[in-house]
Every structure is written in C-alpha cells, then in structure tokens.
C-alpha cells in the first residue's frame, strides 16, 4: 500500500503529538518502559515517512536536518541495545517541535485558496 506525500506528513505530525504526549511518562515510576518504547517506535515512523518525502518537500525545509531524522530511525531499529534514554527526550523536546512546525506550515502553504465568487456586473443585477 502506497502513501502519499501528505499522508507521510499527517504520519509524521500524529507521532510527534504522541511522542510529546509520551515523555512527561518519562518523569513517573510506572511507566517508564512503556514510554521509552512508545517514544522510540513514533521516532521510527517519523524516520521511515521522511524518508519516503519527495524532495520538493524536504528541499523546501532546508532547516530541518533530514538525513540525522532518517539515521536517527536507523539507530533505533539495528543499534537499539544503545539508544541512550536522554539523547531521545532531548529529540522529543528540542528537534520535535520545529519539525512539527514545517510540516503543519508546508501543508497550509499547500492548501488550494479559497474559490471567489465571480464578479457579476451591476447592470446584468438589474431587473429589464
């Protein structure tokens, strides 16, 4: 099943809401390893969609350091016996939000404008 370029985004936006989510868990008792592991598995789907985001897209976002998002995925999935619980809060809390920020704002840039209403000539308002 293929998905599209703003089916990818609407992926990247609902994991990152869910990591935001997640990480105030990090600070309880309970449930910590459910949110390391929850965090951890929207990281991998936010590297999986941006890699599969057609360069206009990420060209047009050259701020947002795409290819560490995609290494970032891969270091999760084949280095998991090494990811370091602090490097991935600070994902979530410093590289997170601005990412959000240019996928919502590339998705209302690529919004259609609104139709207009024609402009209909005061005479043809007129009744003969």
Known sequence: MSR????RISDVLQAIDR?????????????VD????????N????GEAANHLPAEITDAHPDIAWPQIR???????????????AIVREVVETYLPPLAD?????LADDEP????????????LDDP
């Open 71 to 85: 290494g970032f995925r891969n270091i999760l999935v084949h280095q998991y016996f090494g990811v370091d619980a």
């Open 4 to 7: 599209g370029p703003d089916q």
């Open 19 to 31: 990591c935001q989510r997640y990480v105030g868990a990090l600070d309880g008792e309970d449930l």
């Open 102 to 106: 240019a996928l919502r704002q590339h």
């Open 43 to 46: 990281l991998q789907i936010i």
């Open 113 to 124: 404008d609104p139709p207009t209403s024609p402009v209909v000539p005061p005479a043809l």
């Open 34 to 41: 459910m949110a390391e592991d929850a965090i951890e598995r």
